[in-house]
């Protein structure tokens, strides 16, 4: 029985805790710890639902990448429009894992968001050579005939005695705008 003149302490959460720590009761067993192959499969698959994605094997006669879902301004089914397909799980073997299992995209490889796709390879080309090379060199063609008009304006200015000199014409702006072979893009060679 208790004395009831002595009062109880009782543990407060500001006072340090008395006992020792677990882990380091069991520290033998955390340092020795190997993973089982088992487990280091199972990691290698977590992995690949981390932020960065999994590289997309190569399909021949295709250019394959990740496209999101939620981007209006690049939607899904723009891209369908123009020709994109969706990867299915069932084309590449191994990849069952990432099949999206319910919705829209069911049967899909998919990883959060992001959804696996593919495109002919000459309709990337083209998509390509138009984006990367056909409108900056029509950029390009634009900013040359505006410099080559300033500097008409200039020459003109200077003829009647106004201040501006000459063409502003520097070495090397004479290429802009001038036609070059455009790059391939893709890593294959395709019959297009």
């Known amino acids: 029985m208790t004395n009831p ?3 109880i302490k009782r543990a407060r959460k500001s006072e340090p805790e008395v006992r020792g720590n677990r882990a380091m009761q069991n520290r033998a067993v955390t340092e020795d710890r190997v993973l089982s192959d088992e487990e280091r499969v199972d990691l290698y698959k977590r992995s690949l639902f981390q932020s960065s994605l999994p590289d997309l094997p ?3 006669g295709y250019h394959v990448f990740w496209a999101t ?10 891209r369908l429009r123009w020709g994109y397909e969706f990867i299915r799980a069932d084309e590449i073997p191994g990849w069952e894992t990432l099949s999206i299992k319910t919705g829209d995209y069911a ?4 990883v959060n968001e992001m959804i696996a796709m593919k495109i002919p390879l000459h309709l990337y080309e083209a998509y390509m050579r138009e984006a ?6 029509r950029e390009e063609e634009s900013i040359y005939n505006n410099l080559m008009a300033a500097g008409e304006q200039a020459a ?9 000199k000459g063409p502003m014409i520097e070495p090397g702006m004479e290429e ?3 036609a070059r072979e455009p790059p391939v893009f893709s890593e294959e060679d395709y019959e297009g």
């Open 5 to 7: 003149r002595v009062p």
């Open 58 to 60: 190569k399909i021949p």
């Open 69 to 78: 879902t939620t981007n209006p301004r690049d939607p899904v089914h723009g």
């Open 107 to 110: 049967g899909c490889i998919g």
């Open 132 to 137: 990367h090379h056909e409108a900056p060199l």
């Open 156 to 164: 003109q200015a200077a003829r009647r005695g106004g201040r501006m």
């Open 176 to 178: 802009l705008g001038a």
